[in-house]
């Protein structure tokens, strides 16, 4: 894409991976891409001396009343030169065209994001598939809710570019804060995002997900749990129709967003085994993210255990 504004990209990680490889060389002579990570044990400094141009890497430091990925973020926002901002992530495909598809969809909608599948890698994360599609990705779309993954914006499409940053720094997610602070329109374009890896890690990430739709919105959460209980107890008493329901409804889902994988059939095992799961991230009092252990009391008290 010619002539597209000069560009800071906001990449959190801690390790150079190929998305940071991707998205380097995606870049013009005017963007810069500023690879945010805590401090100097991070393996990303061994990269240091030989980056590719118009990379930087930026040490946020240790988070302190925050998560990780926020206190990156909120370091890149302060570090950035340019008035149009790019977010991504370091866990999914960067195609060569990525960035001038955003671009070019910024132009035509103002601030946009595309929204993740994501793909499970151990039994529990696979089951719960098809939540996800329906949870997450329809969610996300359906609400024009922000992807921290692939999400375009320009400073002054900020509501308070200055409180997003010192929000940043009390919170733990990103995407519901960015969602909050701009209004974006979410592209039916999806990018796959592997999860998972252990059961384990598959809990812990349920626990930071039900905690975060229920401290960004708890009205809408109580609304949907009550919702949920009802069909709980419909698709025990009711279990053939109700399979059917289900799995049309995730086979649907799937077709609008070109997801090919037979997970759909999953369906009715995944809701069923996402009310318990949901029971218990709501009782957990802690989740490990990045290696760190949180308390998130409310949307802005957080604790950092370790």
Same mark, same amino acid.
Request: hydrophobic share 45%.
């Given at each position: 894409? !010619?002539? #597209?504004?000069?560009?800071?990209?906001?990449? +959190?990680?801690? !390790?150079?991976?190929?998305?940071?490889?991707?998205?380097?060389?995606?870049?013009?002579?005017r /963007?810069?891409? @500023?690879?945010?990570?805590?401090?100097?044990?991070?393996?990303?400094?061994?990269?240091?001396?030989?980056?590719?141009a118009?990379?930087e890497?930026?040490?946020?430091? %240790?988070? /302190?009343?925050?998560?990780g990925?926020?206190? *990156?973020?909120?370091?890149?926002?302060?570090?950035?030169?340019?008035?149009?901002?790019?977010?991504?992530?370091?866990?999914?495909h960067?195609?060569?065209d990525?960035?001038?598809?955003?671009?070019? /969809?910024?132009?035509? &909608?103002g601030?946009?994001?595309?929204?993740?599948?994501?793909?499970?890698?151990?039994?529990?994360?696979? @089951?719960?598939e098809?939540?996800?599609?329906?949870g997450?990705t329809?969610?996300?779309?359906?609400?024009?809710?922000?992807?921290?993954?692939?999400?375009?914006?320009?400073?002054?499409?900020?509501?308070?570019e200055?409180?997003?940053?010192d929000?940043?720094?009390?919170?733990?997610?990103?995407?519901?804060?960015?969602?909050?602070?701009?209004?974006? !329109?979410?592209?039916?374009?999806t #990018?796959?995002?592997?999860?998972g890896?252990?059961?384990? %890690?598959?809990?812990? &990430?349920?626990?930071?997900?039900?905690?975060?739709?229920?401290?960004?919105?708890?009205?809408?959460t109580?609304?949907s749990?009550v919702?949920?209980?009802?069909?709980?107890?419909?698709?025990?008493?009711?279990? @053939?129709?109700?399979?059917?329901?289900?799995?049309?409804?995730?086979?649907?889902?799937?077709?609008?967003?070109?997801?090919?994988?037979?997970?759909?059939?999953?369906?009715? +095992?995944?809701?069923? *085994?996402?009310?318990?799961?949901?029971?218990?991230a709501?009782?957990r009092? !802690?989740?490990?993210?990045?290696?760190?252990?949180?308390r998130? &009391?409310?949307?802005? /008290?957080?604790?950092? &255990?370790?």
């Amino acid at each position: 894409m !010619t002539g #597209r504004p000069p560009t800071s990209v906001i990449l +959190p990680a801690v !390790t150079w991976t190929d998305a940071c490889t991707e998205v380097a060389d995606q870049l013009t002579a005017r /963007d810069e891409l @500023l690879v945010v990570h805590d401090g100097d044990a991070d393996p990303v400094t061994e990269r240091r001396g030989d980056l590719p141009a118009n990379v930087e890497l930026v040490a946020a430091g %240790e988070p /302190d009343g925050c998560s990780g990925k926020a206190n *990156a973020v909120a370091a890149g926002m302060e570090a950035a030169a340019h008035e149009r901002v790019v977010w991504t992530d370091d866990d999914f495909h960067h195609p060569p065209d990525w960035l001038d598809r955003l671009h070019a /969809d910024y132009e035509a &909608r103002g601030p946009v994001s595309e929204v993740p599948v994501f793909v499970g890698q151990d039994p529990l994360a696979v @089951l719960l598939e098809p939540v996800y599609v329906v949870g997450g990705t329809l969610s996300t779309y359906a609400n024009d809710y922000a992807w921290g993954g692939a999400v375009a914006f320009e400073r002054s499409d900020l509501d308070d570019e200055a409180a997003l940053v010192d929000r940043l720094h009390r919170s733990v997610s990103d995407d519901g804060l960015l969602t909050d602070a701009v209004d974006v !329109t979410t592209l039916r374009r999806t #990018r796959l995002v592997t999860v998972g890896g252990t059961v384990r %890690e598959t809990l812990e &990430r349920h626990v930071r997900f039900t905690q975060l739709v229920h401290r960004h919105d708890p009205r809408g959460t109580a609304v949907s749990t009550v919702a949920v209980l009802i069909a709980f107890v419909l698709a025990l008493c009711f279990p @053939l129709p109700s399979a059917v329901v289900l799995t049309a409804l995730a086979g649907a889902a799937y077709a609008r967003f070109g997801v090919a994988s037979p997970t759909f059939l999953l369906a009715y +095992p995944s809701f069923l *085994a996402s009310v318990p799961l949901g029971t218990y991230a709501h009782l957990r009092r !802690t989740f490990v993210w990045g290696g760190r252990r949180y308390r998130w &009391r409310s949307k802005f /008290d957080v604790e950092v &255990r370790d």
